[in-house]
């Protein structure tokens, strides 16, 4: 049975999970369609910075707790074994929401506002090296790699640089549209 939206839900929804070229798509896409849930009733009233604000404030909070979450269920859905993994690690916590200026969506009187995480949303997935990660790479929609250690959120074990290419790194940049009210 398919679900379909009434006309009262599509008024009330504000924040807007983009598609198409600027859709994200795979776990990341879920982590995205889940935060702007939490966020839909986010209105822009001509004010960026107090929006910007206010998106932020509830990320801060919402990223640790259950974008951490959601990461690791996905990833277990597709891995299955806990022990193959080493480590699961994302940039959730220390990523901030700006105003996207790349792609010049904003306008000065403009009803909406684009909005983008600062760099790319990353995810690392370290597999034990009795695994074969290039197995999963597909199937998570990620690359076979050798992660980058950064500032990142610890979901699952501690990042162990041991495990060099037997990583897989889930990237891609994520954008929201908040609609004025």
């Known amino acids: 049975m398919k679900h379909i939206k009434l ?3 599509f008024i009330a929804e504000k924040a807007y999970q983009l598609t198409g070229i600027y859709g994200a ?4 896409g879920k982590v995205l369609f889940a935060f702007k849930k939490e966020v839909e009733k986010i209105k822009y009233e ?3 910075d107090a929006t910007l604000a206010e998106l932020n404030e509830i990320w801060s909070y919402w990223a640790d707790r259950d974008g951490s979450k959601i990461i690791e269920q996905e990833v277990m859905k597709v891995v299955k074994d806990k022990e193959a993994i ?3 690690t994302a940039t959730l916590s220390n990523s901030q929401w700006i105003a996207d200026v790349v792609n010049r969506l904003n306008t000065p009187t403009g009803t909406e506002l684009f909005v983008s995480l600062k760099s790319d949303f990353v995810i690392n997935i370290g597999f034990a090296d009795d695994v074969d990660a290039s197995k999963f790479d597909r199937k998570l929609g ?3 790699n050798t992660a980058l250690f950064v500032s990142a959120t610890t979901i699952v074990g501690d990042q162990d640089k041991q495990v060099g290419y037997n990583n897989i790194e889930i990237r891609n940049s994520v954008f929201l549209s908040i609609d004025a009210k």
């Not at 798509?25 to 990341?28: R, V």
């Open 86 to 88: 080493v480590y699961i």
């Open 25 to 28: 798509k795979g776990i990341i």
């Open 7 to 9: 006309y009262e839900n």
């Open 46 to 48: 001509g004010d960026a």
């Open 142 to 144: 990620g690359m076979t």
